[in-house]
């Protein structure tokens, strides 16, 4: 089957693979050639698939959606990095996609409040 890494600036991984493995919100999974169609919200972790040499190769991944159509299986992620240290990736998942997710809740809690702030100075000017 066809396994496509999509991130934000380039097509990271595009080719044959036999096997994909993965982790969704509710757990891991193993996708196979003849499985049936399948979409899901993908958790940042390790992606690994298999080529047919049998060697495994993995990816961390960020949060993305995997879709399996037919013979095709498509990763949509904001970050992804491939290689062969498993220990390495681990500790890129661990450290660069969860800064990450911190970032993005202080950036969202710092919009929040100028939001709310900027909703008191238009009550104040409508009473005025």
């Not at 089957?1 to 595009?14: A, G, N, Q, R, S």
Request: net charge negative.
């Amino acid at each position: 089957m066809k396994l496509k890494v999509l991130i934000p600036t380039e097509v990271l991984i595009d080719r044959e693979v036999t096997k994909v493995i993965a982790e969704a919100e509710n757990g891991h999974f193993c996708l196979l050639p003849h499985h049936i169609d399948f979409a899901t919200a993908l958790a940042p972790g390790i992606l690994s698939y298999t080529v047919e040499t049998e060697e495994e190769i993995f990816v961390a991944v960020d949060e993305g959606i995997l879709v399996k159509c037919d013979r095709e299986v498509l990763v949509s992620t904001r970050n992804a990095i491939e290689g062969n240290n498993l220990e390495t990736l681990q500790q890129t998942v661990a450290q660069q996609f969860q800064i990450l997710d911190e970032k993005e809740k202080l950036t969202r809690s710092v919009l929040a409040k100028f939001e709310a702030s900027m909703m008191r100075h238009f009550k104040e000017l409508g009473h005025g």
